[in-house]
C-alpha cells in the first residue's frame, strides 16, 4: 500500500474535534480568526503528509499539545519560565508543543526543536503565522548522528521532551537513543525527559506500518523502567522513572482492530 494514499486509515477525512487548547493556541497565539482555524488545520495537515505520512499527522494529533497534558507540565513551565534552563523537543514536527510553551510564558530563546526533516519546520511557521516572531531555534539532525548540529547542545539542555518518538525504533534503537539523551543533559539532579508513546501491556516488538520493514518496541511501564536501568548502567547514571499507561481499547476506528493490550505510555524520566 502507497503509506500516503489518504484511503489510509490513519488519514482522517475529517477534523472530528479540535481540542480548545488546540484551537485556543492558533487562534490567540497564531491570530487566526476563528472562523478560519479548521480550514487552515486542513490545508497545512495535507501539506505535511505529503512530506511525510506519520500518523500523528494524518490523525491531527499534533494539535493534541501532549506536553501540556503531563502531570508535570506545571513545573516545566515554572523551570522555563526562569530564563535559566534550556529546552529540547526531540522530533518536534511543527514545533507546536514549543508554541505551547512560548504562549505560556516560557523563555522562548531557551527553546529548540530538532527533527529529521526540516520541512516541517517551515510548515511550523505557516501552521502558527510566526516566521518573523519566533525566537526558538530548530535542528535538522539525525538523531543516531554523533556529529550532526545537534551534538552542538551536548551538556547544555535541562529539560527533553521526546512525545510518539522512543516507539519509532526497535529496542536497542530505544536504548542508543536514551543514551543520546543523558549526553545531551546537563549532569545534575532533576535533569528531565518526559513524553508519551504507544505502549503494550506485554512488552515487545511490533511492525512499523510507516517504515516498511521495520521494527518498533512498544513498552510496558515495567519494561520501560528497566531500560532505564540499562541506560544507567551504561551511562554510569541513575534515574527515577514515573509513568502512567492507559489502555487505548475502545478507541479504535470503525474498521480498526486494536489489540486489547495496548495503550498509551506516558513518562517523565529525572535524574537522581
Known amino acids: 500500500m502507497d503509506l500516503q494514499d489518504k484511503k ?21 497565539y497564531g491570530n487566526i480568526p476563528a472562523a478560519e482555524v479548521e480550514d487552515h488545520v486542513y490545508k497545512i495537515r495535507d501539506e505535511a503528509w505529503d512530506v511525510f ?9 499534533f494539535l493534541d499539545l501532549a506536553l501540556s497534558l503531563s502531570p508535570d507540565y506545571p513545573a516545566v513551565l515554572q523551570r522555563l519560565k526562569s530564563g535559566k534552563e534550556n529546552f529540547l523537543d526531540l522530533g518536534c514536527c511543527f514545533g507546536q508543543e514549543l508554541r505551547k510553551l512560548v504562549h505560556d510564558g516560557a523563555v522562548q530563546e531557551n527553546l ?8 516541517f519546520f517551515e510548515i511550523g511557521y505557516r501552521l ?20 550532526s548540529a ?11 521532551y521526546a512525545g510518539s518518538f522512543l516507539h519509532l525504533f526497535d529496542y536497542d534503537g530505544q536504548i542508543e537513543v536514551c543514551k543520546r539523551m543523558v549526553k545531551l543533559l ?33 513498552h510496558s511501564g515495567e519494561s520501560f523502567k528497566k531500560m532505564w536501568d540499562e541506560v544507567g548502567e551504561e551511562t554510569g547514571t541513575k534515574w527515577r522513572v514515573d509513568y502512567d499507561f492507559a489502555l487505548l ?5 470503525e474498521g480498526d482492530d486494536v489489540e486489547p493490550t495496548l495503550g498509551m505510555l506516558r513518562f517523565s524520566v529525572f535524574r537522581e
Not at 490513519?10 to 480548545?20: H, N, P, R, V
Not at 505520512?53 to 494529533?61: K, L, N
Request: some cysteine.
Open 8 to 28: 489510509s486509515s490513519w488519514y482522517d477525512q475529517k477534523l472530528k474535534g479540535l481540542g480548545s487548547s488546540g484551537r485556543e493556541l492558533l487562534e490567540n
Open 53 to 61: 505520512p506519520y500518523p500523528c499527522i494524518g490523525e491531527f494529533r
Open 112 to 119: 529548540h526543536g530538532c527533527d529529521l526533516r526540516a520541512e
Open 128 to 147: 502558527f503565522l510566526d516566521q518573523d516572531t519566533l525566537k526558538s531555534k530548530f535542528i535538522e539532525a539525525d538523531i543516531f548522528d554523533a556529529n
Open 150 to 160: 545537534l551534538s552542538g547542545l551536548n551538556g547544555t539542555i535541562d529539560i527533553i
Open 186 to 218: 546537563r549532569e545534575k539532579k532533576d535533569s528531565l525527559i518526559l513524553g508519551r508513546q504507544v505502549g503494550n501491556t506485554v512488552a515487545g516488538e511490533f511492525v512499523q506500518k510507516t517504515n516498511e520493514g521495520g521494527i518498533m518496541f512498544r
Open 249 to 253: 481499547e475502545g478507541l479504535s476506528k
